[in-house]
């Protein structure tokens, strides 16, 4: 019995319980990767990617409303690859040192950034923010995995990790 309510309780105190309750226009969204459970827009339209999550959101067939440094990089180094988007008019360049009202005329109904940037604290107050940890022992598979949760497109990030994984057992 007393287990049963010390269970109870630790599930009622959680982190995710505080976040239960999430507007009829909004999901829950928990990953390893975040502090804390947060409610963002069920269905965003215009996420702001603000590092270098915007190429795995690219790859998963997501846009930015935004540019940035990350991705005008990976067009430089993969001349071609982005070719079939309509690249954002509002560029951020490098998010962390932007000039935050840059970030206003791109309208975000969602913010992806990582913690510790201090320029996500007037972000926060445009779109909720969603600030992805990257640990010591965080793959690039870990980004892949989170940005399919968050874009709701799971079954489709892990089709194109099976597609991978395979390629690399035939070249074995």
């Given amino acids: 019995m007393i287990r049963t309510l010390t269970i109870t309780a630790a599930l009622l105190l959680s982190p995710a319980s505080a ?3 999430c507007s009829s226009t909004e999901r829950l969204l928990d990953h390893h990767m975040l502090d804390a459970p947060v409610c963002i827009p069920a269905d965003p339209q215009r996420i702001a990617f603000t590092m270098e999550e915007i190429i795995a959101a690219y790859a998963m ?3 930015s409303v935004i540019d940035n440094w990350y991705l005008q990089s990976f067009r430089g180094n993969f001349p071609g690859m982005t ?3 309509d690249l954002p008019p509002v560029d951020v360049s490098y998010y962390p040192q932007s000039d935050i009202e ?3 005329l791109a309208a975000p109904d969602l ?4 913690p510790e940037i201090d320029n996500n604290a007037k972000a926060a107050e445009l779109a909720p923010l969603v600030a992805l940890k990257w640990e010591d022992d965080t793959t690039w598979r870990d980004l892949h995995h989170f940005m399919a949760l968050l874009l709701d497109k799971e079954d489709e990030g892990q089709a194109m990790l099976d597609a991978l994984d395979a390629r690399i057992a ?3």
């Fill in 111 to 114: 913010i992806v950034s990582f």
């Fill in 83 to 85: 070719k079939t988007v």
């Fill in 170 to 172: 035939k070249l074995k």
């Fill in 102 to 104: 840059t970030l206003t």
């Fill in 19 to 21: 976040f239960a309750d």
């Fill in 61 to 63: 067939g997501s846009e």
